[in-house]
């Protein structure tokens, strides 16, 4: 039960060249990732603009894969050196999510910047209430004060609407139907000033300065960037392969 597979591709000239495909412990991922990370990076054009996309199942999207160390012989997180986003594995393998986050994207393409909607511990707004806003106000960017799993409901309308980029603070607040300002709170005020005026396609780059702004901060655990989760979901940069693997995780 905790074997899972694995895969490492690289996406070049639209399309998407398979590097290494394993099945292995869910403990031997990590070390894997990092390998098949380098080899990956042969696949590449010498200018191209690097991004790592972790293509996971719903339930690892909180997984601290930014914080992973580039290697054995380099502590680098992989978020302070490369921009780094996840994505559901639910909407890659869905037709009909990926044809409205690739009308969403074009939408995107013609904005300077997108302005973020803001999901608070501090209000009451119901799940069904989230998924008719955030459609209605053409979301690009949601950002949410607390992980996934302290409010799954909210988290999944964002997915399902679908919104192509969502954020959140792996560590936030573990309560989120309190009244009053939070970490989370927190965490929101510092994530608009951040992304506000940044193009959508620009904000995994932006995102990975934060990351090491908060690396290298005198307080490190104590910067409200230092578990930004960044889900960045743009259906045109990572081509399906021609036959979907039923594995786990990509």
């Given at each position: ?58 339930e690892w999207l909180n ?163 230092k578990d930004v989760q ?21």
């Open positions: 039960p905790d074997q899972v597979t694995v895969e490492v591709s690289a996406c070049r000239d639209g399309r998407r060249r398979r590097v290494e495909s394993r099945r292995l412990p869910r403990g031997a991922v990590r070390e894997f990732v990092q390998l098949g990370v380098d080899a990956a990076f042969d696949h590449l054009a010498p200018d191209a603009r690097e991004m790592l996309a972790f293509v996971l199942p719903r997984e601290p894969v930014a914080h992973w160390e580039c290697g054995p012989e380099d502590s680098t997180p992989l978020g302070c050196a490369h921009p780094v986003v996840v994505m559901d594995r639910s909407r890659y393998r869905s037709g009909r999510l990926r044809h409205q986050l690739t009308k969403n994207w074009q939408r995107l393409d013609a904005r300077t910047a997108a302005p973020l909607h803001r999901v608070d511990c501090g209000g009451h707004e119901r799940p069904a209430g989230l998924r008719k806003r955030l459609r209605d106000e053409g979301a690009g960017l949601a950002g949410f004060s607390c992980p996934p799993d302290a409010a799954r409901p909210h988290f999944e309308a964002g997915l399902n609407t679908p919104v192509p980029v969502l954020l959140w603070p792996r560590t936030g607040c573990a309560a989120p139907g309190h009244d009053g300002p939070c970490a989370g709170t927190a965490f929101l005020d510092g994530l608009a000033d951040a992304v506000t005026g940044v193009p959508p396609a620009e904000l995994p780059r932006r995102v990975m300065e934060l990351r090491e702004t908060a690396e290298a901060d005198d307080d490190p655990d104590g910067h409200w960037a960044l889900l960045w979901d743009d259906p045109r940069c990572f081509p399906q392969p021609a036959a979907g693997l039923h594995s786990p995780v990509h």
